[in-house]
């Protein structure tokens, strides 16, 4: 189980400022085991920050969040896997050197058998036979590493997944078998709980529960099926921006050509 607790996140609103701006707001969240859950909620509301803090790629300003009965508030990312925390980043980095099959080895912990590479790969819609060997370097399209790092939670098999937009830049077939996998996790039902940034309406229906998250609160939490016929009405009620001039900009200095 997932609990988060009054989490604050801020960061300066400019370099070298102390003024600060707060991307996660007092934000509490439990996420209990064997749930698919899906985080979801406008543009810049929090979802990928909320992600990061989780994993520990950042540190929040204040709250706590506790794994399985630990505080893992101040555990670096490599403690925070091994205790069973794995996270698919929205863009994911690249390895220049790095085979798919070694980076494949590196995630499971162990050698792995050729019969579960194909395995992995497949669940993702990549055929082994084309990519085990290939580096997983600037070569690779986007969709591709993507898939490929999907691949690699999926070899971790953690007992918590987070992952950031897995749809981005996925084509239509392999999201298909995208979905097919995920729910082929959850319906194992062993334990392990999946949580999916998504504004994918066809992941949101997958869901158990959702959390809409906006401005770094989380606005509305609860069962898809009472939540999804509200989503619709959340999205049509975002504020229009309204032009205000900052006091520190004169759009003159803003280049207009490059
Ligand atoms: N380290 C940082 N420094 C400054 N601003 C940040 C930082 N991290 C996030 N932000 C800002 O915080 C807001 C939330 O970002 P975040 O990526 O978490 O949003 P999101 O809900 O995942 O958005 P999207 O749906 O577009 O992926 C954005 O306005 C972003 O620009």
Same mark, same amino acid.
Not at 56 to 78: M, Q
Not at 184 to 198: K, L, P, W
């Given at each position: ?5 009054? +989490?604050?996140? #801020? %960061? ?6 102390? =003024?600060?701006? /707060? !991307?996660?707001?007092?934000?509490? $969240? ?101 990519? +085990?060997?290939? #580096? %997983? ?6 969709? =591709?590493?993507? /898939? !490929?790092?999907?691949?690699?939670? $999926? ?104």
């Amino acid at each position: 189980m997932l609990e988060i607790k009054d +989490l604050v996140f #801020e %960061v300066p609103v400019s370099e070298g400022s102390s =003024e600060k701006r /707060r !991307i996660i707001d007092n934000l509490s $969240l439990t996420i209990d085991d064997d749930k698919f859950t899906v985080i979801t909620g406008p543009n810049g509301g929090g979802k990928s920050t909320l992600a990061k803090l989780i994993m520990g790629v950042e540190v929040p300003t204040s709250g706590s969040i506790v794994f399985d009965g630990t505080d893992i508030t101040e555990l670096p990312i490599d403690e925070r896997a091994k205790l069973g925390i794995g996270y698919g980043f929205q863009q994911p980095a690249r390895f220049k050197g790095m085979k798919v099959k070694k980076l494949l080895d590196i995630a499971a912990g162990k050698k792995l058998p050729m019969l579960s590479c194909n395995e992995y790969l497949s669940k993702v819609g990549l055929c082994s036979a084309n990519y +085990l060997t290939r #580096e %997983v370097d600037k070569n690779l399209s986007g969709g =591709e590493v993507k /898939r !490929i790092e999907i691949a690699t939670i $999926l070899a971790r098999d953690p007992k918590l997944a987070i992952y950031d937009e897995p749809e981005a830049g996925i084509d239509l077939w392999s999201f298909d078998r995208l979905t097919e996998t995920f729910r082929d996790i959850h319906e194992a039902r062993d334990g392990r709980s999946i949580v999916i940034i998504s504004h994918q309406e066809r992941i949101i229906q997958l869901a158990d529960d959702i959390v809409w998250l906006k401005d770094g609160q989380v606005e509305a939490q609860g069962p898809a099926a009472e939540l999804i016929p509200k989503l619709g009405l959340m999205a049509k009620s975002n504020p229009v921006c309204s032009f205000t001039q900052p006091p520190e900009l004169h759009l003159t200095e803003i280049p207009t050509t490059c």
